[in-house]
């Protein structure tokens, strides 16, 4: 469909598209002291209150980190002094105003020596020891919600073992409701999921697995049930490390995805996709909507890498022999998967990676990555990439020029900008993706060589959807596509 259309819009109004990739390495911004080690996960999170989003890194038997953010998506290392640098095993990190004091706080959980940190925000990226000690366990993940509709926000824990549930008494301490809330289990957990999955308003529990998946269902009060048995799909054989919550087929449910891998012989390390049936009943579409893989696979999320309005899906693969390749598998808007990489990603990007996040890293309001790598041996470190604005051009002809678009998405305002000598002749229209004209746009300002649009004046006339700018500079015309929210 996507072909047919850009065959119509290239007819119309006579320009076509160059695919480029999206994201550009600016691991450079990383620096050399905190973004080298042996990261396992990474959270982001306004630590200091300034309004962009810094860097927290748990790391395996090391100090873990604080990357702070200068708004721009530069980083500075701003963990001495900040934050207490005992030596533990960490694994996952949950971050929310646990003491209700109006900070945020820091929560580590750790596996192999099974003691977990926990530390209270000053608010200016400063964190302290906590008064109040979690138990401890063998744990691999830590979630954070408020389960018991008080307003204050929870823990719970994926263990090798029963997991628990630990709920706020107000202060910042806990009350251990585990035998309350949850169904006992001994199954060795790796992730932790919360998304309300039957669409009754309320957070469930995907619970991924080294020796089964479970889905616990609450019933409102937070009190669950394992539902495994009669929602998800049985007889496979996997061994689960992380899990994603997302609509890949707008149908106004969430589905999931599974990163899986073989680190025990004999599992299935194929990928897989769940869809929801909106009842929270889910069915293994994987044969038919995803490729098949023979990765090992830490971490797999979902982003809109292209921008065109659906969810695609990064993944992130670990070294066993040889190091794999990060992949990115491309939605067609109707679930449907096909390996993008070499169009998203740089020619040369592979890594030992063990956790990702997609956020606004430069406040840009597109998502950028920040993808741990494992750092085993070598002299590397995590890896940022950030969100190139889309460009196009008439032809496929090499060229200097340069336009930028953003932000994009776009919701009402946008702003243009030439990187190349315009002069003063300069036009700009407005396209659907059927090739049909809508409007002839006139700035709201120029500055230089920078344009502002407001379109909110067009109305009924726009729907939410991909649409086309056609600017005429001198002598050619440039093209830029563009999603309206």
Known sequence: MKALLFFIISFFVHFQIISAQQYLDASINLPDNGAKGQSMDVKAADIDGDDDLDIILANEFQGNTILTNDGNGNFTNTTSGNLPQPIHDSEDIAIADFNDDGELDLVFCSEDDFVHEYYWGGGNGNFTEATFQLPNSVSNAVVTADFNSDSLPDLLFGNAGQNVILINDGDGSFTNETNLRLPSNNNTTQDLQLADVDGDDDLDIFVGNE??????INDGTGVFTDESASRLPQGLNLETRKAAFGDVDDDDDLDIFLSN??????????????????????????????????????????????????????????????????????????????????????????????????????????????????????NLKDVLLLHDIIESVEDFSKTEAKILLFPNPVKDQFTVEMLFEIGDSISFKLFD???????????????????????????????????????????????????LE
């Open 211 to 216: 020796d089964g998946n479970r889905l616990l």
């Open 261 to 378: 891998v073989m680190f025990i012989p004999g599992k299935d390390r194929q990928n897989r996709l769940y869809i929801n049936d909106g009842n929270g009943n889910f069915s293994d579409s994987t044969s038919i909507k995803l490729p098949t893989d023979n990765d090992d696979t830490l971490d797999g999320i979902f982003v809109d890498v292209d921008m065109d309005g659906d969810l695609d899906i990064y993944i992130a693969n670990v070294m066993l022999q040889t190091i794999s390749s990060q992949k990115v598998y491309l939605n067609d808007g109707f679930g449907n998967f096909t390996d993008g990489t070499a169009t998203i990603l740089p020619e040369t990007f592979y890594l030992n990676a063990l956790g990702v996040i997609a956020e606004d890293l430069n406040g840009d309001n597109l998502k950028d990555l920040y993808v741990c790598d494992r750092n085993t041996g070598n």
């Open 433 to 483: 993706v059927s090739g049909k004209e809508l409007a002839i746009l006139n700035p709201e300002s120029r500055f230089a060589n920078r344009f502002s649009f407001d379109i909110s004046n067009l109305g009924d006339r726009l729907q939410s959807g991909n649409y086309f700018l056609q600017i005429g500079a001198k002598g050619k015309n440039y093209t830029l596509e563009f999603v």
